[in-house]
């Protein structure tokens, strides 16, 4: 999507988030999951924390969450959900910018990651991910799973689609998204056309990559994985799976090191 930032996602979704993603995953499971490898009372960074679907119940339970996001409409929203400031959102890029520090989990949910749409820009936020866990820390990355089966069946070829997300007498929200396989990015539009307001238009891209190029990028960081569930249930994870969440630690040897 040409004139796409790192803040175009969020600023575009920011007032309809919640509405849309409030069930895009189990939230109760995945507060468990991270509670079961981070210390009691640890810390958490939260890359892209959104409006804190995730963040707000990991820290009601007990856990100290900070969480970076590049959108100021998205943690607008978390603030007016936050009167309290359980969370500590950071304004800021999470592969520039992220803060400093150390953290004994870094998650980064909900095909977060694939918002940065090259394969170096996620390589890169391996990097400074790694830079920042404690020596026994974690690095969970909840994404789709790409089918390799899917992916050759396109045969290289870009398709594109359109469908209809909601629909009312006086509105009508489309999807429209084209996949480019030689390059893994999938880009969209969501259409709003309403009879009183005209046309709004939420645009968002991915990068997605299959989990083998994600364990690539983990070892040149200095990370192995350590767990890979199938979704936050901890389901096994096979070839058939259509998502994964995957468990990162420090290396041995980059244990050592520092
Ligand atoms: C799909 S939402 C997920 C929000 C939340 N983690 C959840 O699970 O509901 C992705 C979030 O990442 C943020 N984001 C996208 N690209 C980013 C980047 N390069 N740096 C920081 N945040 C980014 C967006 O603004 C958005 O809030």
């Not at 400074?128 to 799973?145: D, I, K, N, W, Y």
């Not at 084209?178 to 709003?192: A, K, N």
Request: charged letters at 20%; a negative charge.
């Amino acid at each position: 999507v040409r004139g796409f930032t790192a803040s175009s996602y969020g600023d575009a979704f920011a007032d309809v988030y919640d509405e849309w993603y409030a069930e895009v995953s189990d939230v109760t499971a995945t507060v468990d999951l991270v509670r079961s490898i981070t210390p009691p009372g640890g810390s958490v960074l939260e890359l892209g924390v959104g409006t804190g679907r995730l963040a707000l119940p990991m820290a009601a339970a007990g856990l100290i969450v900070v969480g970076v996001d590049a959108s100021s409409k998205m943690l607008d929203r978390l603030a007016q959900r936050d009167p309290g400031r359980t969370v500590v959102g950071v304004l800021g890029d999470m592969v520039d910018q992220l803060p400093d520090g150390h953290f004994d989990t870094v998650l980064c949910a909900y095909n977060t990651l694939f918002n940065l749409t090259s394969i170096e820009r996620q390589q890169a936020c391996f990097v400074e991910v790694a830079e920042r866990l404690t020596p026994s820390g974690r690095f969970v990355v909840e994404a789709v799973a790409p089918s390799p089966v899917d992916h050759a069946a396109a045969s290289g070829q870009p398709t594109s689609s359109v469908s209809v997300r909601s629909m009312a007498a006086d509105r009508v929200v489309l999807g429209i998204d084209r996949h480019d396989p030689s390059t893994q990015l999938v880009e969209g539009q969501f259409v709003e056309i309403t009879e009183a307001g005209g046309v709004r238009l939420r645009p968002w891209q991915i990068r997605y990559s299959t989990v083998a190029e994600l364990d690539s990028m983990a070892g040149r960081a200095g990370l192995m994985l350590v767990e890979r569930f199938g979704d936050v249930d901890r389901r096994p994870f096979d070839a058939d799976s259509p998502r994964h969440v995957s468990v990162w630690a420090l290396s041995d040897a980059r244990v050592t090191a520092s």
